[in-house]
């Protein structure tokens, strides 16, 4: 379905009984992010929240995409799969070798529709441009604040446009905005992103680079902005794609790109590639961990337009679950078909857990016909895209259910052997993560959880299947043997999941190396094959925060002990899931806190609640996660 207007979509969730509309004023500055969290934190993602008094002339939509119902809403689907299915029969379709006429001729209405989802330039104005602002005041626009150590408010659900200089190719991505002045942002770009690149060779070349960001309009254009396509992929025709209708474009007032017709607001400006960068942050990020100050280009901004109706777009990112995780649900059906077609035949399933933040952890399930082939998926998916940044992978058999995660770790304790299935590897890592000790460059970790051939077995794994809940009471008492040691959760080992948490207070240098080699020697943790360290006071018992505490936290070859104990039946993986800090563990960045609201907006919105017209009390997320946090800015001290 194309939605002609944002607007539009807004009815139509509502008339899904998907939005809720608040006509009480609620300040952008913190305010509505706060309610925003707490929504999306509900079960199915919650409700879209359209704030309508925002002491601007601006209502805001958050959380629109933030429920798989809205995202297929959205995309006007039933069915995810059925976008990336009908993608790869369209790309299967025009790549397959044509040996006759006949097969030549029978392409070309494949070819046609293909054409007519590309993105079509008009000549006067859209709908984006009937009020325009010359002299340009992003104060106009109800930006939001998210957090109160956030660097200052910062726009969050742009599409970024810009041109290889070149070649003339557009690139629509999504990056972060902070506001500095009226007309001035900061583009918060990665190094691994197209417009990064555009702005390289813009640099080269010692030109400006012209930019528009579009806000609002067509969901479909909002997705194709975050979407993991090709370089050189016009997002603007996956749009069309996804819409089954092309995406009408207009010249830009007052630079030389396009931008969409039916957006609600236009943000036009430039980027002096010869200028000096700006410092930009710090942010609370989808990790659920800020990420740190850095430097970046100005963007300047020249013209504003809007549609007269205009609605402001924005999304709220933290700790996990938030909108995004749905928008990543999305990504990993849409794109796995066409994965499977040009990159790994035998893959079966993909799944990203959301307490993995999109790069951390991702599941496979593939058909396997000879040794080695578990390795052979890692290495082709690390070297596939925005894969690159993954930074665990587990690799499990086609039968195997990975959205089931109980099956899943069960076949991980059954089928890997830590001495003989565990692969590292070296690459680039996502930007925002914090715990590698080069920045945005660290290692991976691979487990083959597949059964495994005659050639590929061990001598632990030739064994008869062991019980792991045997000596689970006795591993408790380790609490009382080890002062550091503060709590143990055995809990998954009643469902023959090989895996211990265990809450510790490091006290000295090197002490994650020195309390493994003492726990190797505990005849108690004989049949367990994993070990997984964080600091006190994580709730262990929540599986949950627990593996996004340690996902986050760990760069696999400097933070994973693999391990051997001839006495024991199995061998052991011991992972340093903690903070690490400038004394003890040598690491020289900074290390982000973890993204909480301050208590004196828990307070105002926990007042005002009623005035809210929501519904039933929803409490603060930051009043669970607050405990974590061990600084007033975004920054922890690196040696407390």
Not at 53 to 65: C, K
Not at 150 to 172: A, H, M, S, Y
Not at 371 to 382: C, D, E, F, R, Y
Not at 530 to 559: C, G, H, K, Q, Y
Request: glycine share 6%.
């Amino acid at each position: 379905m194309a939605f002609d207007s944002l607007r539009e979509f807004i009815e139509k969730a509502e008339r899904e009984n998907e939005l809720i509309r608040i006509k009480e004023y609620v300040n952008p500055y913190l305010e509505q992010s706060e309610i925003a969290d707490r929504m999306s934190k509900q079960t199915g993602g919650g409700k879209a929240l359209l704030f309508e008094n925002t002491g601007t002339a601006f209502p805001v939509l958050i959380n629109a995409l933030g429920s798989e119902k809205r995202m297929k809403i959205a995309l006007g689907v039933e069915n995810f799969d059925d976008i990336g299915n009908d993608l790869t029969a369209l790309l299967s379709k025009i790549s397959k070798p044509k040996e006759s006429l006949w097969e030549k001729l029978k392409v070309l209405p494949e070819l046609s529709k293909l054409a007519s989802y590309l993105p079509k330039t008009g000549k006067g104005r859209g709908r984006s441009q009937e009020i325009i602002h010359r002299q340009p005041d992003l104060s106009i626009l109800p930006v939001l604040t998210t957090w109160s150590r956030d660097g200052g408010p910062f726009i969050t659900l742009p599409q970024v446009i810009t041109k290889d200089p070149q070649t003339g190719i557009r690139n629509v991505g999504m990056y972060r905005m902070q506001i500095f002045d009226k007309d001035l942002c900061g583009m918060h770009w990665h190094r691994h992103k197209v417009g990064a690149r555009h702005y390289a060779e813009y640099k080269k070349m010692g030109l400006k680079m012209p930019v528009a960001v579009a806000l609002g309009g067509d969901p479909v254009c909002t997705y194709s902005a975050t979407a993991p396509l090709p370089d050189n992929i016009d997002e603007y025709m996956m749009a069309g794609f996804l819409r089954k209708k092309s995406i009408r474009l207009v010249k830009a007032i007052t630079q030389n790109i396009e931008v969409p017709e039916n957006a609600d607001i236009i943000i036009e400006g430039y980027v002096d590639t010869a200028e000096d960068l700006i410092w930009e942050g710090p942010f609370g990020d989808h990790t659920g961990f800020f990420s740190l100050p850095d430097w970046y280009p100005k963007f300047h901004v020249t013209c504003i337009t809007h549609r007269k109706d205009a609605v402001y777009p924005a999304t709220v990112v933290g700790i996990p679950p938030m909108e995004d995780a749905y928008i990543a649900l999305a990504t990993e059906r849409i794109f796995l078909p066409a994965m499977k077609m040009s990159l790994v035949p035998e893959l079966k399933d993909m799944n990203i857990p959301v307490a993995g933040v999109a790069h951390n952890l991702t599941l496979i399930s593939a058909s396997k016909s000879y040794p080695g082939q578990a390795v052979k998926i890692m290495n082709s998916l690390w070297g596939a895209g925005q894969m690159m940044f993954n930074k665990m992978m587990i690799v499990a058999d086609e039968n195997i259910r990975i959205h089931n995660y109980r099956e899943t770790a069960q076949i991980l304790s059954q089928n890997t052997e830590p001495a003989n299935d565990i692969h590292f590897s070296r690459g680039p890592l996502d930007v925002l993560d914090h715990s590698a000790s080069h920045f945005a460059y660290g290692s991976k970790i691979g487990f083959d959880a597949m059964r495994k051939l005659p050639e590929e077995l061990s001598d632990n794994q030739a064994k008869k299947e062991i019980d792991f809940s045997i000596d689970a009471e006795k591993i408790l008492l380790l609490k009382e043997r080890y002062s550091e040691i503060r709590e143990i959760n055995i809990n998954l080992l009643n469902n023959q999941i090989s895996v211990v948490f265990m809450s510790i207070e490091k006290q000295k240098k090197n002490h994650f190396k020195y309390l493994t080699e003492r726990l190797l020697k505990e005849n108690s943790l004989s049949r367990i094959k994993f070990i997984v360290f964080v600091d006190f006071p994580v709730d262990i018992f929540d599986i949950e925060m627990s593996t996004w505490i340690f996902a986050n936290n760990i760069e696999p070859l400097r933070d994973c002990i693999v391990s051997s104990n001839p006495e024991h039946l199995v061998s052991h993986l011991f992972i340093d899931g903690t903070r690490k800090r400038s004394d003890w563990d040598n690491f020289r960045r900074d290390w982000p806190d973890i993204v909480t609201s301050d208590t004196e907006t828990v307070r105002l919105v926990n007042e005002k609640w009623e005035k809210y017209g929501i519904g039933e009390f929803i409490s603060s997320p930051s009043e669970k996660y607050r405990i974590l946090a061990l600084s007033k800015t975004a920054t922890v001290e690196n040696n407390e």
